[in-house]
């Protein structure tokens, strides 16, 4: 059993009790006591506890935020899961990260994981999953008692609302540059034909064949001009 008493300093300490029957011929029966002072076991074990908690709070509020965590080992095994990725994909621990996240039948070619435990550092990279969303995966050394690392805590972030905004967003500015491409060409264009027109009614008008010719030559130089104008459109696209 485990008691809870105060010293003479009014500290609050644990103890632990083993206790046996104990029988011999030439003496009646007894019990044996063993008493252990287990203050710092159990200080220990409330510390990890609140550790426990606060992982477990920090985990909660990621997956209030959609923001999935896992750990998986070298062998590509799932190890771990919050609630937000079991959500997304299943309950998935013990199985093999790229067949279930990414629908493959190999690992990732360009997977951060094992860059993450060689390097000993965070690596980072955007994959489509089996779903067709994207993810920002961010894998990060889950190192071992020991000091050896066999495994990385990732942390998965759903960026496919982004990944469209930004889309949308390059889309908007090629289609303002391209509104804008198009005045600058109409106006140009609309200079073209204004010298045309302008050249072969005054031609028409007057009978002087010189002038006709001039005018004939301004008509050729602005058709020369639609020209330059045609051909850098075609070498822009």
Same mark, same amino acid.
């Given at each position: 059993?485990?008691?809870?008493?105060?010293?003479?300093?009014?500290q609050k300490i644990f103890l632990e009790c083993l206790t !046996?029957?104990?029988?011999?011929?030439?003496?009646?029966?007894?019990?044996?006591?063993?008493?252990?002072?287990?203050?710092?076991?159990?200080? %220990?074990?409330?510390?990890?506890?609140?550790?426990?908690?606060?992982?477990?709070?920090?985990?909660?509020?990621?997956?209030?935020?959609?923001?999935?965590?896992?750990?998986?080992?070298?062998?590509?095994?799932?190890?771990?899961?919050?609630?937000?990725?079991k959500e997304k994909f299943g309950d998935l621990i013990g199985?093999?990260?790229?067949?279930?996240?990414?629908?493959?039948?190999?690992?990732?070619?360009?997977?951060?994981?094992?860059?993450?435990?060689?390097?000993?550092?965070?690596?980072?990279?955007?994959?489509?999953?089996a779903d067709e969303r994207i993810f920002e995966l961010s !894998?990060?050394?889950? &190192?071992?008692?020991? &000091?050896?690392? =066999?495994?990385?805590?990732?942390?998965?972030? =759903?960026?496919?609302?982004?990944?469209?905004?930004? %889309?949308?967003?390059?889309?908007?500015?090629?289609?303002? %540059?391209? $509104?804008?491409?198009?005045?600058?060409? %109409?106006?140009?264009?609309?200079?073209?034909?204004? $010298?045309?027109?302008?050249?072969?009614?005054?031609?028409?008008?007057?009978?002087?064949?010189?002038?006709?010719?001039?005018?004939?030559?301004?008509?050729?130089?602005?058709?020369?001009?639609?020209?330059?104008?045609?051909?850098?459109?075609?070498?822009? !696209?």
């Amino acid at each position: 059993i485990t008691l809870s008493i105060k010293n003479k300093k009014n500290q609050k300490i644990f103890l632990e009790c083993l206790t !046996s029957l104990t029988k011999t011929e030439d003496k009646p029966p007894g019990i044996l006591m063993i008493v252990r002072d287990i203050t710092e076991r159990k200080k %220990a074990e409330e510390a990890l506890q609140s550790e426990r908690d606060r992982l477990q709070a920090l985990m909660k509020g990621l997956a209030d935020t959609g923001i999935g965590i896992d750990i998986v080992g070298s062998d590509y095994k799932v190890l771990f899961q919050n609630q937000t990725l079991k959500e997304k994909f299943g309950d998935l621990i013990g199985k093999l990260c790229y067949e279930n996240y990414m629908g493959l039948k190999e690992p990732c070619a360009l997977c951060p994981m094992l860059k993450a435990i060689k390097n000993n550092r965070v690596e980072s990279i955007e994959l489509k999953a089996a779903d067709e969303r994207i993810f920002e995966l961010s !894998s990060a050394p889950f &190192g071992n008692p020991d &000091g050896t690392v =066999d495994k990385v805590v990732e942390v998965v972030i =759903d960026i496919t609302e982004k990944k469209k905004m930004e %889309a949308q967003l390059i889309q908007a500015e090629r289609l303002t %540059a391209v $509104g804008t491409l198009a005045f600058g060409i %109409a106006h140009e264009f609309n200079n073209v034909l204004a $010298g045309i027109l302008g050249n072969a009614e005054f031609g028409m008008k007057n009978g002087d064949p010189e002038e006709v010719k001039e005018c004939f030559r301004v008509i050729i130089e602005s058709c020369d001009k639609a020209k330059s104008i045609t051909n850098s459109l075609l070498a822009l !696209s």
